[in-house]
């Protein structure tokens, strides 16, 4: 691992550790609450990742994002470098009930927030590759969305050419994984849209090239 590389894992860390500190206003801090759900947008402000946990809210992000991987990252369907924002849905409420009922009630609000991500994606997908159970749709309370990285870290890693070399790898490496295990049809789903994904960011990059000659 290079020096740089060392810097980007550091400023990444650090970020998920700042978001999982705010205050939630009630002098609780947001990684602590047990029971929540989660959404992660890339550098377009595109929802790519929908999730929700029941083993703490620090807990279960720390993982995607940071050094305890996740199925979604060890099979390259989730890239934690493509995160660049984090919106937090906590459910304090939860906290003393029981497990089946705040199970019910996360899998309501994980369907709510998922229809949210479609509405707002360009391409009407995220990159989950299970399914999220179709439920009834519920009143989710405040929520917190937090930008990872400094301004200047952000710059250095929102570049368009690092984005796409990033994003080509992450396909080929999800494309290996399917090539080579038996997986279910989510999982090229998920291919699928990381496809869509970096046409639109190679086109985009094109066109800006293009008018700059």
Known sequence: MTVRETDEVAALYDGVKRIMETDDGAGRQIGAC??????????????????????SLRTRVG?????????AVAKSVLDPFEVAEIEIWPFWDLEGDGKA???ATLNKAEFTVYQKALRESAFNIVLNEEEI????????????????LTAEDRRQREHPDVRLARRARTIANLARV??????????????????QRLEKLAKTRLDAVDGGD
């Open 63 to 71: 993982r995607h994002l940071t050094g305890q991987r996740t199925d």
């Open 178 to 195: 399917i090539s080579e295990r038996r997986v279910k049809v989510g999982i090229r789903r998920t291919l699928w849209a990381q496809a």
């Open 133 to 148: 159970a179709e439920t009834e749709l519920v009143e989710l309370p405040p929520s917190l969305r937090a930008t990872i």
């Open 101 to 103: 009922h705040a199970k």
């Open 34 to 55: 047990q029971y929540g759900v989660y959404l992660f947008y890339d550098y377009d402000g595109e929802p790519i990742y929908v999730g929700q946990t029941e083993e």
